[in-house]
């Protein structure tokens, strides 16, 4: 851990910036830090410390970079049990989950693609092709991120947006029209889901310019697969074929 030479607060190995106050930090660690971490209003985590932008109080990642915001103290960023790494059980089962995702994005003509490492997506893969339905050339990519607890409405809503932006700078925004698509599929897989989640994901259809962020909840402890099972009268056509694609390629 560096501490912060300016609050004092704790921060990763890797940290650029202070996530407490948002002053860079520089090695070599400077003295032991104080009993208690200086916290500015909505808690310590309000700046990112891969690029030192102000990330809202209640966002898992960056909006600025995409980084996921790690909590490195009790109830800093997110939810207790959401947002961690998969273990033990949850691992074996997470394992056994992406080995078969992989045959089936596979068969579908997915290719892996180099991944932002701030998001610490554990797939991330692309696929170009000519979708008749779409009348033009769709270029799909899925981020896929394992959590070993369950998902919540808020952690659904920023990972989402994080990964269509991250996928936008693969395809650009130039690059989208008539005939060029976007799709975007990020993917959380957990062992379960909060009430909440499958009632949020039934509203949730943001609107972008040739591009569709279509996010996925697998909950392989509990069997479900929660995504937007509704049609927009103004994307009927586009988000019939997508959610089919969703069902077959993340089906759990």
């Not at 995702?101 to 000519?130: H, N, Q, S, T």
């Amino acid at each position: 851990m560096i501490a912060c030479p300016s609050c004092a607060f704790e921060n990763p190995d890797d940290g650029k910036f202070c996530t407490g106050c948002g002053a860079k930090l520089t090695p070599p660690p400077p003295p032991p830090a104080a009993p208690e971490a200086a916290a500015g209003p909505g808690g310590p985590s309000r700046f990112c410390n891969e690029c030192g932008a102000r990330v809202p109080a209640d966002s898992r990642f960056c909006t600025a970079c995409g980084r996921t915001t790690e909590p490195t103290s009790p109830g800093a960023g997110q939810e207790a049990g959401a947002g961690g790494r998969a273990g033990g059980a949850a691992s074996a089962s997470a394992a056994a989950y992406l080995a078969a995702l992989d045959e089936r994005l596979a068969a579908a003509g997915y290719e892996k693609i180099d991944a932002p490492a701030v998001l610490g997506l554990d797939r991330f893969l692309r696929r170009k092709k000519f979708e008749l339905m779409q009348i033009g050339m769709v270029t799909a990519v899925c981020g896929v991120k394992v959590l070993d607890g369950p998902a919540t409405p808020s952690y659904v809503k920023d990972y989402s947006k994080a990964v269509f932006d991250a996928a936008v700078g693969k395809k650009g925004f130039l690059a989208r029209n008539a005939v060029q698509q976007l799709l975007v599929y990020p993917v959380l897989v957990v062992p379960s889901a909060e009430a909440g989640v499958a009632e949020f994901l039934s509203s949730h259809w943001p609107k972008h310019w040739m591009a569709f962020e279509f996010p996925v909840v697998a909950a392989i402890g509990t069997g479900e697969l929660l995504l937007h099972r509704g049609t927009p009268v103004w994307q009927a056509l586009s988000h019939g074929g997508f959610r089919k694609q969703a069902e077959s390629l993340f089906a759990v």
